[in-house]
């Protein structure tokens, strides 16, 4: 099953110092990482966040990049200023080795490619030379599949949705909530604290899908209902639950309902 989550540009603004919103961002990159999700849309919640929305995909981005070429694609920024002291999510495009040895045949791996001495070459996070011949331009991103390994390497494209397993989290922009809401084609799971806590039947209908289910949250102080106010019943294929029942604290912040909400749905997608 595919999953989506879509958060607010607005999520950054209870956190005032740069240190802490780039912490809360990294938190958040680790729970898609750690429930294999597919997309973090960033959905508009007001003008006045286009800061907070650059400073949010920025960093996103940057956790899910490979190590081995965050240098050639993210040169020095202010917006990167605390991203050192942030531990590597680890996710399948990132745990790789670094031995041209170990790299075997049927492999995945991923790579920018650089131009030498007039020809194109691949870098893959090995200490070793790859021609790449793919139609991708120099300073692109690109995945590779491990035709030949040493001595020789030889390499081919594959893209993302040909992979049959989770390979990282892409970061998209979805304009506003009620906008997203009404292009998106698959289920909605809308996450709320003004709603009823979900049943077992109902949950386990929406994750049987087929189509990629997409999970909506809300802010610290707005929620979904906030938000959309009356426009929510103009919204078709959703469903409203509340995923922390007789919570113990006034408020359950982004990155709390966000690793909250993922493990209840990985438990009913994997273990019932």
Known sequence: MK???AIPDSCLKDEKKHENKTRKIFQIARAAGIFQVDNIIIYKDGKEFETDSKLLTTILRYLETPQHFRKQLYPKSGLLQFVGALSPLKIPNQVVTSDPKQVKKNDIREGIILGKNGKKIIDIG????????GKKEIGKRVIVKIKQGLPDFVVYDI??????????YNVKHGGNLLTLLNEWKGPKILTSRKSKKFNN?????????????????????????EILNKKI??????KAWNFFPHQGTETVRLEEAILGCLAILNTKIYFE
């Open 126 to 133: 090995i200490d070793y030379t790859i021609q790449y011949h």
């Open 233 to 238: 019943s103009t919204i078709q294929n959703f």
């Open 201 to 225: 039947e109902s949950i386990s209908k929406i994750l049987s899908s087929k189509e990629a289910v997409l999970v909506v949250f809300g802010t610290t102080d707005k929620g979904i209902h």
């Open 159 to 168: 893209e993302k949705d040909q992979l049959p397993n989770f390979w990282s």
């Open 3 to 5: 999953l989506s989550i």
